[in-house]
């Protein structure tokens, strides 16, 4: 089925093809341990926000940046405090720490702010993470799981 405005829209994106071949080649740069089938799993969940240039990747930091679809705003005033996440790789101390949380609500947000950094590099505090909204939750989810955690994310036991 083809929405209004389709056509016009799909000449300025990447296609579903060209956002996989970008995913495979961070796959491979990165060298990722995934199976091919599962590294499939991890192209699927992320290739609509490779497609649309809200999630890149720069080959010299090896950290990945997420345009969030919808912004943390300020809860007074509604001024944006974070329109874009960092994720790069994190030591095991910080991925120790998470992993010591028993609540899954928590332990999400803990591995958020173990990866995760603001538009500067600085640590985005555990309250911010958890107004991210579920559409950018999952994208930022599913870099992390796939990128670093070297997890197919939606699997259970994938931590």
Known sequence: ME?????????DKITQHKAFEILLDWYELLEIRL????????????????STERLSFDRESEIFTYVLKRP?????????????????????????????????????VGMLQAFC???EGKEIPSGFLSRLFTADEINISAVILGFFA??????????
Request: proline content about 4%; hydrophobic content about 25%; charged content about 40%.
């Open 3 to 11: 929405l209004p405005g389709m056509k016009k829209r799909e000449k």
């Open 35 to 50: 199976t091919p089938e599962d590294f499939g799993e991890v192209q699927k969940e992320l290739w609509r926000v490779v």
């Open 72 to 108: 943390i705003k300020d809860r007074g005033d509604g001024k944006v405090l974070y329109s874009m996440i960092k994720m790069q790789d994190c030591d095991m101390n910080s991925k120790s720490e998470y992993q010591k949380i028993k609540d899954d609500f928590s332990r999400g």
């Open 117 to 119: 950094s603001d538009s």
């Open 150 to 159: 070297q997890a197919v994310p939606g699997l259970k036991g994938s931590e």
